[in-house]
């Protein structure tokens, strides 16, 4: 369909002086957060010392013995939640291909109910090879570990 006439604005066209003079329009600022950091009285254990040791054993669900990662324990207890890691003390070896392995038991157990379930297994397997390997703190953070889960286990 041809148009009979020209098109005719609804507004006037400004100057761009007029355009330049008029105050910018108030707009807000996205606010962005500091990077999360771990909270200051977050006094979950942590040791570097014990997560080297846990990678040097085979994997609790396949048995391999290289490309070992340190897996912390996933949706049980309440011990991790988002944004937030089980105490190194509730650890277990899984292989891990970003360490070199073609398997992928730690990432399995994220995804698989039924090995999710196994964690407890798994972690009193390495929990009683710990035991027998330190002294110190360490131990006394392992047992502590243990007699969680051994609590936990019974009230279920």
């Known amino acids: 369909m041809?148009?009979?006439?020209?098109?005719?604005?609804?507004t006037p066209i400004q100057n761009r002086s007029e355009l330049?003079?008029?105050?910018?329009?108030?707009?807000?600022?996205?606010?962005?957060?500091?990077?999360?950091?771990?909270a200051a009285n977050d006094n979950r254990w942590r040791s570097e010392v014990y997560l080297a040791w846990v990678r040097t054993l085979p994997c609790s669900v396949c048995?391999?013995?290289?490309?070992?990662?340190?897996?912390?324990?996933?949706?049980?207890y309440g011990l991790s939640g988002m944004g937030l890691?089980?105490?190194?003390?509730?650890?277990?070896?899984?292989?891990?291909?970003?360490y070199g392995h073609v398997r992928d038991c730690h990432q399995q157990i994220h995804s698989n109910k039924a090995l999710r379930d196994r964690q407890p297994?798994?972690?009193?397997?390495?929990?009683?090879?710990?035991?027998?390997?330190?002294?110190?703190?360490?131990k006394a953070e392992l047992v502590?570990?243990?007699?969680?889960?051994?609590?936990?286990?019974e009230a279920a």
């Open 2 to 10: 041809k148009r009979t006439g020209p098109l005719k604005r609804k």
């Open 20 to 38: 330049k003079a008029k105050a910018p329009m108030n707009r807000k600022r996205e606010k962005r957060s500091a990077p999360r950091r771990q």
């Open 85 to 98: 890691k089980a105490p190194d003390s509730f650890v277990m070896p899984a292989c891990d291909p970003i």
């Open 121 to 138: 297994a798994f972690l009193r397997d390495t929990l009683s090879r710990a035991v027998r390997a330190f002294d110190g703190e360490t």
């Open 63 to 76: 048995g391999a013995t290289g490309g070992v990662a340190a897996h912390h324990l996933v949706g049980m």
């Open 144 to 153: 502590k570990a243990w007699r969680i889960i051994e609590e936990k286990e």
